[in-house]
C-alpha cells in the first residue's frame, strides 16, 4: 500500500514569500499518476496539479510542480492573499487505486 | 456548466444505512471515472471509492469494504454510495469528484461537488 507523507505539516509565511511544500510516497509512484490540490474552509478542493508538473485550467503560473520517483514538490513562487489554504498530494495507482497524503497548511505568518 | 451535486446526506445512527446520490451535468458522464472522497470533521480528505467509467472496475479503501457499495447509472449521469452498518467513524462530509486516465497520464480529480454531510450518532 502506498502511504503519502506531506511535510511540514503547517508552513507559516507572509505574502511575497516563496513556499515549498514536500510529498514523499512511500513507494516510487509514476509522477505522471501524482496531483496536488488545494483546498479552503468550507470548500471542496480544487485541482492545481496533475502529471506532478501541469497544471490544471486556470491555475496561476506561480504553482508549480516538480519531482519523480518518491519525492514531489510543489511550489509557490510569490504567495498571493487568496493561497493561504491547505494542500494535498494525491497518487493514482493500484494499491490503492488512490490515496491523499495528510495535507500542509500554509499560514499567514 | 460542468457540475456535480450531491444529496442523501443526513443524521443516522450507528449500524443504520444510507444512500448518497450525485448528480453530474454539463458533460459526458459515461467517459468519466467517479469517486467518492470524504473528510471528517477537522481532518484531511480521505479516498472512499471508485468506479470506473463503464463499471468494470470497481475499489473502495479497506475503512469501508464489505459496508459500502458505488454504483453509477450513464444513463441517469448519477453516482451512487450506499453505505450500510455505519460507525461513528464513518461521520464526513462526502464529496464525490470526477477523474480522468488517459494516454498514461492521470489528470486527476478535476470537479468536485459542494459535498453532503453525514452524521452518524446515537
Known amino acids: 500500500e502506498i502511504v503519502l507523507t506531506q511535510s511540514p505539516g503547517t508552513l507559516s509565511l507572509s505574502p511575497g514569500e516563496r513556499a515549498t511544500l514536500s510529498c514523499r510516497a512511500s513507494?516510487?509512484?509514476?509522477?505522471?499518476?501524482l496531483a496536488w490540490y488545494q483546498q479552503k474552509p468550507g470548500q471542496a478542493p480544487r485541482l492545481l496539479i496533475y502529471?506532478?508538473?501541469s497544471r490544471a485550467t486556470g491555475i496561476p503560473d506561480r504553482f508549480s510542480g516538480s519531482g519523480s520517483g518518491t519525492d514531489f514538490t510543489l511550489t509557490i513562487s510569490r504567495l498571493e492573499p487568496e493561497d493561504f489554504a491547505v494542500y494535498y498530494c494525491?497518487?493514482?495507482?493500484?494499491?490503492?487505486?488512490?490515496?491523499f497524503g495528510q495535507g500542509t497548511k500554509v499560514e499567514i505568518k | 456548466e460542468v457540475q456535480l451535486v450531491e444529496s442523501g446526506g443526513g443524521l443516522v445512527k450507528p449500524g443504520g444505512s444510507l444512500r448518497l446520490s450525485c448528480a453530474a451535468s454539463?458533460?459526458?458522464?459515461?467517459?468519466?471515472?467517479m469517486n467518492w472522497v470524504r473528510q471528517a470533521p477537522g481532518k484531511g480528505l480521505e479516498w472512499v471509492s471508485s468506479?470506473?467509467?463503464?463499471?468494470?472496475?470497481?475499489y473502495y479503501a479497506d475503512s469501508v469494504k464489505g459496508r459500502f457499495t458505488i454504483s453509477r447509472d450513464n444513463a441517469k449521469n448519477s453516482l451512487y454510495l450506499q453505505m450500510n452498518s455505519l460507525r461513528a467513524e464513518d461521520t464526513a462530509v462526502y464529496y464525490c469528484?470526477?477523474?480522468?486516465?488517459?494516454?498514461?497520464?492521470?489528470?486527476?480529480?478535476?470537479?468536485w461537488g459542494q459535498g453532503t454531510t453525514v452524521t452518524v450518532s446515537s
Open positions: 469528484a470526477r477523474d480522468l486516465t488517459s494516454g498514461g497520464i492521470y489528470y486527476g480529480m478535476d470537479v
Open positions: 454539463g458533460f459526458t458522464f459515461s467517459t468519466y471515472s
Open positions: 468506479i470506473s467509467s463503464g463499471s468494470s472496475y470497481i
Open positions: 513507494q516510487s509512484v509514476s509522477s505522471s499518476y
Open positions: 502529471g506532478a508538473s
Open positions: 494525491q497518487q493514482y495507482g493500484s494499491s490503492p487505486p488512490r490515496t
